[in-house]
């Protein structure tokens, strides 16, 4: 099973990638019950900056373009993206 | 009944023409946003739009539906730049065509508000002292509130 | 910063470029309203607009004076037409420059509620049924008492 | 003494002028303690259509362009007009 990351703005520039896969095989629990903080927990061991950015108060998560809170199940070709709060207009 | 996505400036007369049509109703609104030269008294040379177009492109179609139900509407359009931008060049564009004068302007103004927070769009300032990001705002979060203690009435 | 009576269609965008200029601020909001085809469910053919010319001058200078200072406006115009009108074509066109978008957008709902009740035109529709004055309407009459709560404040 | 009177929408047509001076040389009380009422009463001598006319609850009176009460002052050459509620925009 895999998703696909993607980041912006703020979050792309610290972390230096706009878009991935992310293979979840074998990830504890069952890959069926994975919610977005489970996703945000994996990408944190990647180091102090993913650690650092993902866990910032005012990340937005969107899972198939839709702004969701960590509680949202993540399923076979997701698209989770983090960013800052928008300002657009 | 459309949202555009564009790199290209953003021609006002030719939006409102196409917005109105031949049969308009009684009431059109507009609203036109440009690019400052100014934040917080520090003078700006440029903007850079960032966005996620799927995204933008489905909470813009959302942000127009949900207006035309809110505020019965004929007509309604948003277009929204992406890229760089230059001091005073056209950032954004809304239009809303209804019965009622009320309905055209709160329209206007609905989705001026909502798409401030909710479309996913980020501004990077060029300026005097170097670039950056520009912070989200409280106040158009509190301006984003006043619709939700409606819609729950 | 300024009033046009006019006898002519307005045009729109030209109207647009002008409050603009070449300098403009970061948020144009404008309103245009048109010749409705029906009033309470009957036809309406043609609209004949009687005013009372050099009061409406006034009144609408200052009403746009009074927005201007109300909503820290540096543009805005108003343009009202006169005479035998068609059917779905332009009566009234007001355009606000601000440099926020509430402001913008505020400073259009407050000139046009204001001018509706106190603005010297009255409408007389052509109907199927024979000529008739409008009436005036309870819920414009309320819509510009909103305001004068506010101007206690 | 005399003033203009302007008259608009429905009271024009009801009426049949929409603009005349009106002497007010003599009028008692003194002209210089003239208010609208006092016009209004003197235009209503001209027969039943003018009284019922001007005297509808909802009459609006403009002295030089600008709405008042019944108790604004009357000066030579003013401009008075009366008219039904404005219907624009």
Not at chain 1, 7 to 29: C, K, Q, T
Not at chain 1, 38 to 53: N, P, V
Not at chain 2, 31 to 51: I, K, M, N, P
């Amino acid at each position: 099973m895999s998703i696909t990351i993607k980041l912006f703005s703020a979050l792309r520039e610290a972390l230096g990638e706009s878009e991935f896969e992310l293979d979840l095989v074998g990830m504890e629990p069952a890959s069926s019950e994975l919610d977005v903080a489970a996703i945000k927990a994996m990408l944190s061991k990647r180091g102090a900056a993913w650690r650092d950015a993902l866990n910032q108060p005012n990340v937005v998560h969107a899972l198939n373009h839709k702004v969701v809170f960590t509680d949202a199940l993540v399923s076979e070709g997701d698209e989770l993206a983090f960013f800052p709060p928008m300002t657009g207009g | 009944m459309s949202v555009s996505l564009q790199a290209e400036a953003i021609d006002v007369a030719t939006e409102y023409a196409r917005l109105v049509g031949d049969a308009p109703g009684a009431a059109v609104a507009t609203f036109t946003g440009y690019v400052r030269d100014h934040t917080d008294q520090q003078a700006v040379t440029e903007l850079a739009l960032e966005h996620y177009p799927e995204m933008a492109q489905k909470v813009l179609d959302e942000l127009g539906h949900s207006a035309a139900e809110r505020f019965q509407l004929s007509q309604w359009r948003i277009v929204h730049r992406y890229g760089a931008l230059g001091v005073s060049e056209t950032i954004v564009w809304v239009g809303a065509v209804a019965d009622h004068r009320g309905e055209a302007i709160s329209a206007c103004e609905f989705m001026m508000d909502s798409l401030k927070t909710d479309a996913p769009f980020w501004k990077r300032e060029q300026r005097l002292t170097g670039e950056q990001w520009v912070a989200s705002r409280d106040s158009d979060t509190a301006r984003r509130a006043r619709w939700q203690s409606v819609e729950v009435e």
